[in-house]
């Protein structure tokens, strides 16, 4: 069986053409899943022939909500969602004056490795595919109640590990056939596979590319993200540069403050040094402590005086607006403590 929300129009109009249907079905049928009818059987001017052979076919692979989070501090939601396979994901959704955003999942589990992130824990067990990107925000619109017009993949997962399924998610979550959210409401993070970022720039996409930097030094880096064994900084500066001449767009680099590792005043200059004369813009981020690590965030006066620094070299910089701390609303927090609350194998 194949999850039908894996096909893009184009893909499910070749199906039905060769299975003796008319194109115009595919159109119905994709109309359907997007006003949440999820059952072949409820959709009204459908033939039952045609029903039939799509439930023979096809299953529509919206998850079942296993756990629902809502944050006393904000307006943040965290879900917990099962896929058809038994695999556990998380996404949340942040409710803001201008709108609602979701930050998404693109993998189970990840083997990135950061020490910093929950989700890196116990690994990776799979990719997600397109259509399983994709009914995250289907399921959580459902839920609210409201559209959802701005989508983060920052959630579990390297997406560009993932790099084919991404692509197709971003075609179909951007069509107008689909969830219609423009590209620029759409930000993907990468932790640093330099050949990918250098391969979606060659997309030219008006997405906003997001990069895990959160070091000024390589061998500050290696201690928390392996994937700087592999991949320099001056390597990802030198995509970044690339990726900001195919596109004209600045990116956004994240920067995880860790207690007396990389929160200084001197890695603030480093950092300053780096970045000089770039189209970008730094996200900082106090990190979500996790019992397996030793790492503390950085106290409220060194990412203060970081920011200062940073700005004072012309470089804009933000510190990210915490949400949903008190629901453990980081990457991998939530999937991770209803695994070790319920003895539950890492590969469901």
């Known amino acids: 069986m194949i999850n039908i ?23 119905q049928v994709s109309d359907w899943i997007y006003k949440d009818i999820w059952k072949f059987e409820n959709m009204n001017n459908i033939p039952q022939t045609v029903k039939e052979k799509l439930q023979d076919n096809f299953y529509i692979g919206v998850p079942e909500l296993i756990s629902e989070h809502t944050s006393k501090l904000n307006d943040t939601r965290k879900y917990l969602f099962a896929l058809n396979d038994g695999n556990l994901i998380e996404c949340v959704v942040m409710k803001y004056k201008h709108g609602n955003s979701i930050c998404i999942s693109t993998q ?30 289907m399921k959580s619109q459902q839920l609210i109640g409201e559209r959802i017009s701005n989508v983060v993949l920052m959630g579990s997962g390297e997406p560009f590990d993932n790099f084919e399924n991404v692509m197709k998610f971003l075609e179909v979550v951007n069509s107008e056939n689909g969830l219609n959210i423009g590209q620029r409401h759409i930000t993907i993070s990468t932790c640093g596979i330099v050949p990918k970022i250098k391969e979606f720039a060659d997309f030219q996409l008006q997405t906003t590319l997001a990069i895990s ?17 592999k991949y320099s900084i001056a390597e990802i500066i030198d995509a970044c540069k690339y990726y900001i001449n ?18 200084s005043k001197r890695d603030a200059e480093k950092l ?13 981020i106090p990190i979500n402590e996790i019992e397996e690590n030793e790492l503390k965030r950085s106290p409220n006066d060194s990412v203060n005086e970081f920011k200062r ?14 949400m949903g701390l008190d629901i453990n609303a980081a990457c ?12 539950v194998n890492e590969g469901v």
């Open 272 to 284: 300053s040094v780096l970045l000089n004369d770039m189209l970008c813009h730094v996200n900082l």
């Open 5 to 27: 929300l894996d096909l893009n129009l184009v893909e499910l109009k070749q199906w039905m053409k060769s299975n003796g249907e008319s194109e115009f079905r595919a159109k």
């Open 108 to 137: 189970v589990g990840c083997r990135m490795g950061c020490k910093f992130c929950a989700s890196t824990i116990g690994g990776m067990i799979r990719n997600l595919t397109s259509g399983e990107m994709l009914s995250q925000i």
């Open 246 to 263: 195919k596109t004209n767009r600045r990116v956004t680099f994240e920067y995880a403050l860790v207690k007396d590792l990389n929160d």
């Open 332 to 343: 991998g927090q939530l999937r991770r403590s209803h695994i070790k609350g319920n003895n």
């Open 309 to 322: 620094v940073l700005e004072s070299n012309n470089i804009q910089t933000t510190i990210r607006r915490e």
């Open 213 to 229: 930097l959160h070091a000024a030094t390589d061998e500050i880096r290696m201690v928390s993200m392996p994937i700087a064994n």
